[in-house]
């Protein structure tokens, strides 16, 4: 390895390139929404779509798995199981982040914060 190639990063290792930066610009939108404020709904809805492109990230990883050379076939069927999981929870984050974005608020059916809570 010479000294202008770049090591490889053990922590990384079973990651492909494009789902490591689906996850990392996902991650960016997650820390982002703390700093968003003011705005009714926006800051949780970044942070929802962040968490879902983090979950899509995850997903395109195992695909990716499945499709390699490297893929045992007795493997193959819990990839496939593990990755439409991933991708209907991403599903359903994306859901709930639209929502949030367009109402301001969480569904009814979520629970209220502790200090929007009456007690007594």
Sequence with gaps: MAAA??????FFAGVHLLPRVIC???GCLFLA?????GLEGLGRALG???I????CGVAVNLLMQIFSAEAEPHFTRHLVVQ???ASVVA???FCLAVYVYRHGVLPKFMPA???QVKLG
Excluded: N, W
Excluded at 33 to 37: E, H, P, T
């Design 24 to 26: 990392g610009i996902g």
């Design 48 to 50: 929802l779509f962040g």
């Design 91 to 93: 599903i359903a984050v």
């Design 113 to 115: 914060r502790y200090d």
């Design 83 to 85: 990755s439409v999981l």
């Design 33 to 37: 929404s703390f700093f968003v404020r």
């Design 5 to 10: 190639e770049p090591k490889p990063i053990a």
């Design 52 to 55: 879902c492109l983090v979950l």
